[in-house]
């Protein structure tokens, strides 16, 4: 497909979440094509200080083996962190990593969202740009998108 004429782009989307806002992933996850140039893992932020359980992280039994914590521990910035970074390891070097953090709806969470960036010294994962989006009052949306 990536060699016709006519394509110039390809978005592949793999959730398989559940619909909750944070997974882990199974063995064979995600399965991401060696052509990828943009991987983007999505979380949604709504997880920060949820327990480690299925009602919030599918798969919580395996996120609780990658971040060795127990069951029902609260779900940290670090933790989310970790398991994106579980996620990306399986692409390709070569692509560009661009985190999106969603469902950002308060300071103390955009705080914690920004801390993935790193700007806090630490930097867990390796990515391009984090792009957060936020939703903190209804009349205002934005995306804040890392340097």
């Keep these: 497909m990536y060699s016709l004429p006519a394509v110039f782009y390809v978005a592949v989307e793999g959730n398989g979440a559940k619909g909750r806002p944070l997974k ?32 919030y992280v599918f798969r919580s039994e395996i996120a609780a ?12 910035p670090e933790s989310i962190a970790r398991l994106i970074a579980e996620l990306i390891r399986k692409g390709p070097e070569s692509a560009r990593i661009i985190p999106f953090i969603n469902k950002v709806d308060s300071a103390g969470k955009m705080a914690g969202a920004r801390n993935l960036a790193g700007e ?12 957060i ?4 009052s209804p009349n205002c949306l934005c995306i804040f998108l890392s340097p």
């Excluded at 010294?121 to 792009?131: E, H, P, T, V």
């Excluded at 989006?133 to 903190?136: E, L």
């Design 120 to 131: 806090d010294g630490g930097q867990i994962f390796r990515f391009d740009k984090l792009s």
């Design 133 to 136: 989006f936020c939703s903190i």
């Design 65 to 76: 083996r990658v971040l060795n914590q127990p069951i029902r521990n609260r779900v940290t």
């Design 24 to 55: 882990a992933p199974g063995e064979t996850e995600p399965v991401i094509p060696t052509a990828t140039s943009v991987l983007v893992p999505m979380v949604g932020f709504d997880v920060l200080d949820c327990p480690l359980d299925e009602k």
